[in-house]
């Protein structure tokens, strides 16, 4: 059973600062996604990673795919209160074609006003 | 991106009954999925809906709690059998092979309440 253990599970942080969520996992996957989900809503694909030692940016989230394929990050600057959301990281099995996702636990972000 | 709709978007069942949450997906797909999700917390993965033969379900799920139907490259159906309390969940669709094959849009789910 492939496993991702995303951390933290719940941060809560004045808006206008940075933060950092992780993304790690044993096993290697062929890409990995990133999830915003808010209450009631199903959740909205952010980014997918897909190159080991890949980055990609989208506005103030930077979003990086460890070069062995096991991990990720992301990377919020100057976090809004729009930000709020729970994140999830989402793994694909290596082997090709489409699979159902392994998901991190996912992490509670809080941003205040 | 897909549009992924989901009906009911709520219910509140009696146990020992069952319900049918349909999903319908504004265009064609390869795959679709179902999750399940408690509140305030993760994704887990019911199984894979595949069309015009039996799902593919993933462990600690079976066929006769939740049978799949996938009639067409668009349209799936999640049944939650003989319901108990300790089913009370989201219940969420997802569609991939739009884009890139592991990239996945999800519906806006269903919240069901098991009495």
Wanted: charged letters at 15%; a negative charge.
């Amino acid at each position: 059973t492939q496993l991702l253990e995303q951390s933290p599970q719940f941060l809560s942080i004045q808006e206008g600062e940075n933060l950092t969520v992780y993304c790690n996992s044993s096993s290697v996957f062929s890409s990995l996604q990133w999830y915003r989900q808010e209450p009631g809503e199903g959740p909205v694909l952010l980014v997918t990673v897909v190159t080991g030692g890949e980055v990609k940016k989208l506005k103030r989230l930077t979003f990086q795919f460890g070069d062995a394929r096991k991990d990720s990050s992301l990377h919020i600057t100057a976090a809004q209160p729009g930000d709020t959301g729970l994140y999830l990281c989402a793994g694909a099995t290596p082997g090709g074609g489409a699979d159902g996702l392994t998901f991190g636990k996912g992490t509670h972000l809080i941003i205040q006003p | 991106s897909a549009v992924i709709s989901q009906k009911p978007s709520r219910d509140i069942c009696q146990r020992g009954t069952s319900l049918t949450i349909q999903c319908q997906v504004d265009s064609q797909v390869t795959m679709m999925f179902w999750y399940r999700q408690q509140p305030g917390q993760s994704l887990t993965l019911i199984a894979t809906a595949n069309q015009g033969s039996e799902a593919t379900y993933e462990s600690g799920f079976v066929i006769d709690k939740f049978p799949i139907s996938r009639p067409n490259l668009t349209f799936s159906t999640l049944t939650v059998s003989n319901m108990s309390p300790e089913d009370s969940s989201i219940y969420l669709c997802s569609a991939a092979g739009l884009i890139g094959e592991n990239e996945q849009f999800f519906g806006p789910g269903t919240r069901l309440t098991v009495l």
